[in-house]
C-alpha cells in the first residue's frame, strides 16, 4: 500500500463566544497485490478519498464556563492491507469499496478550575462497511454492507482533594447491519471506567474499575480482522 494525503483545517470566529471549525483531507491510494497464490496476483488498484467536517461551538449563557459544539463530518476510509488480502480466492481486492461515514454529533463541555465534565452524543450512517466473514475461525470473504449506528458518552473528572482526582466515564453506541437487518458486529457494549489518581509532580498513580454490561445481540462469525 502507497499512499499521499493533504490536509487543511480552518478556524472562524463569528463574536466573542461563536466559533465554525472547517477542514477537508484529500488522500491518494494505490494497492498492489503480490500475495502468493491470490486470484488477483499482479494487479493494482488506485483510490481517491475525502474527507471533511464542519463544527459550530458556542459559550452558553445559560451554564457558566460551558461550551456547546454540533458537528457535521464524512469520513472516507481505504480497506487495510488485512482486509484487501483476507480471502486469497475471489475478486474483493478489485471490488472491495472505501468505507464512507457520514457523522452527526453534538455536546456539551463544563471546565472549571476543579473539574471538567462532558456530554455528548453522534448519529453514523455508514455506507459501504468492510465486513469480515469468517468460517472455523478463518477469513472467507469480505463484502461492503451499509451500516447505522449512534450512542454517546458522558464524562465527570473531579479534583476532590489537592492532588486528588476522581474520574468517571460511560459510553454506550447501538449498531445495525442495514444490508441484513440485524446486529452490527463488533460493537462495543455499554461499558463504564472509575478511576481515581494522585498526582505528584510528574509522576501520576491510581487506578482504574472498568465496568462491562453483558450483551445479548451480536453477530457471530463476522466482523473486522484478526491480523
Known sequence: LESHAVFGEITRKLSDKDSLIGGVRLEHWKAYDNQSGSDTRGNSRTDNLASGFARYESTLNSLPNTKGYIGLGRSERMPDYWELISSSA???????????TNQLDFGVIQKTESSL????????????????????????????VDATTYGGELSVIQYVAPKWKLGTNAAYTYGKNDTSNTTLAQVAPLEGTISLNYEEGKYIHGGVLRLVA??????????????
Do not use: C, I, R
Not at 462532558?118 to 469480505?142: C, P
Not at 453483558?214 to 491480523?227: E, P
Open 214 to 227: 453483558a450483551k445479548d445481540k451480536f453477530d457471530a462469525n463476522n466482523g473486522g480482522t484478526v491480523s
Open 117 to 144: 465534565v462532558s456530554a455528548s452524543l453522534f448519529y453514523n450512517k455508514t455506507k459501504d462497511y468492510v465486513m469480515v466473514a469468517y468460517v472455523n475461525n478463518s477469513a472467507s470473504s469480505v463484502s461492503n
Open 90 to 100: 475471489g475478486q474483493q481486492f478489485l471490488t472491495l469499496n472505501t468505507e464512507k
